[in-house]
């Protein structure tokens, strides 16, 4: 009895790793036919280029963005004040440019690359990639710069281009 105390210790040190009563990080969900853009309501499966998802500490649902640069321009708004339990965008290294399903990653962890020739739902974006190696393949390709999650600033994302100029959002 004596030698399971210490492993009953570890096992309960382990499993408290966390803050007291926050739950666990999201998983990723995947859009489908009917997901849609927080900011504009536009249907993300009808666009090209990266998405992106918010989850918010306390919400039920991820809110969900049909483009990183309006994950971005939220993220980084002075006002944004509710608390980011995790963000995603979506590894353009291995989606599928013109459909993208899949492959999430944390937002912090991805390289990306602003002002390539490539566009997405609202117009020129911020190319996303979970590989450094891939985000510098696709600057040789289409141009633009690589840059890291901490380096993109508010100036840098800009929502006049939208797919149809929207300026209502």
């Given at each position: 009895?004596?030698?399971?105390?210490?492993?009953?210790?570890?096992?309960?040190?382990?499993?408290?790793?966390?803050?007291?009563?926050?739950?666990?990080?999201?998983?990723?969900?995947?859009?489908?036919?009917?997901?849609?853009?927080?900011?504009?309501?536009?249907?993300?499966?009808?666009?090209?280029?990266?998405?992106?998802?918010?989850?918010?500490?306390?919400?039920a649902a991820p809110e969900f963005f049909c483009d990183t640069v309006e994950l971005?321009?939220?993220?980084?708004?002075?006002?944004?004040?509710?608390?980011?339990?995790?963000?995603?965008?979506?590894?353009?290294?291995?989606?599928?440019?013109?459909?993208?399903?899949?492959?999430?990653?944390?937002?912090?962890?991805?390289?990306?690359?602003?002002g390539s020739k490539r566009h997405g739902s609202m117009g020129p974006t911020i190319?996303?990639?979970?590989?450094?190696?891939?985000?510098?393949?696709?600057?040789?390709?289409?141009?633009?710069?690589?840059?890291?999650?901490?380096?993109?600033?508010?100036?840098?994302?800009?929502?006049?281009?939208?797919?149809?100029?929207?300026?209502?959002?």
């Amino acid at each position: 009895m004596i030698k399971t105390l210490p492993l009953l210790a570890l096992v309960a040190a382990l499993t408290a790793c966390g803050r007291a009563g926050e739950p666990a990080a999201s998983a990723a969900l995947e859009i489908d036919r009917g997901t849609t853009c927080e900011l504009d309501g536009m249907l993300l499966a009808d666009y090209p280029g990266p998405k992106a998802q918010i989850h918010y500490e306390g919400a039920a649902a991820p809110e969900f963005f049909c483009d990183t640069v309006e994950l971005f321009s939220t993220l980084l708004k002075p006002e944004q004040v509710r608390r980011v339990r995790i963000a995603y965008v979506q590894d353009m290294g291995r989606a599928d440019w013109e459909h993208p399903q899949g492959h999430w990653i944390d937002a912090k962890t991805g390289f990306y690359v602003l002002g390539s020739k490539r566009h997405g739902s609202m117009g020129p974006t911020i190319a996303s990639f979970a590989q450094e190696a891939d985000a510098t393949a696709f600057v040789g390709q289409h141009g633009g710069r690589l840059l890291r999650y901490a380096e993109i600033r508010p100036e840098m994302v800009d929502l006049s281009g939208g797919a149809q100029h929207d300026q209502r959002m």
